[in-house]
């Protein structure tokens, strides 16, 4: 009788857990004009300074992206998900930037919740990150959403520059095929 108690149990856990993603998903709410408000240094290389659209130095907000759409990975250099999830999203990225309808228009990026500036190099050296990666290490971006964010939590907006953002699409967890996350994103030529 123990043992079946257990399983049962195990089998509860296992199932409330696997619910988590979806139920977190659907009551995660973001602030989008919090979220287009935040400040990000400029990125240092040339190479990524161009690929954003920006030009000199300082902060910017992602409205003052050069793109239609943007697609922000909330992640932890310490989330085990983050990492084995790193060459996806770097495909994914790839794709984006292959097809011509997109290259230019979607720009993603990456913002390191409570990571500093070296944790944040640590994670693009060791993954091979080719866009942009940001520091947050006041979990600034925690205030821009309803509840604690998980990470890995994609959100996909749209950047209507002066009228801010509008959110396209928001996904927390593993990204899955990158061509599959693609093609289920309502992205506009």
């Known amino acids: 009788m123990k043992k079946i ?5 195990a089998v509860g856990a296992l199932l409330v857990i696997m619910s988590l993603p979806a139920v977190a998903e659907s009551q995660l709410q973001v602030d989008l004009k919090q979220l287009g408000q935040m400040k990000f240094a400029a990125p240092e290389s040339p190479l990524l300074k161009k690929y954003l659209g920006l030009a ?15 697609i922000i990975e ?17 495909q994914c990225h790839e794709l984006i930037e292959r097809n011509p309808s997109h290259s230019g228009k979607v720009k993603v990026i990456g ?4 990571n500093t500036p070296f944790e944040v190099d640590v994670f693009r050296k060791k993954y091979a ?5 940001f520091p947050d290490d006041n979990f600034l971006v925690q205030k821009a959403f309803s509840q604690q964010v998980r990470t890995p939590t994609f959100v996909t907006v749209s950047n209507r520059g002066k009228k801010g953002l ?3 699409n928001l996904h927390v967890g593993e990204l899955g095929a990158a061509e599959a996350f693609l093609k289920n994103l309502p992205l506009a030529p």
């Open 56 to 70: 000199g130095q300082g902060d910017f907000k992602l409205t003052d992206l050069k793109a239609k759409y943007i």
């Open 111 to 114: 913002i390191g919740a409570g």
């Open 5 to 9: 108690v257990c399983l049962c149990a």
């Open 129 to 133: 990150i080719q866009f942009p990666l």
């Open 166 to 168: 509008e959110l396209v």
């Open 74 to 90: 909330v992640f932890s250099m310490y989330c085990p998900i983050c990492q084995r999830e790193a060459p996806k999203v770097n």
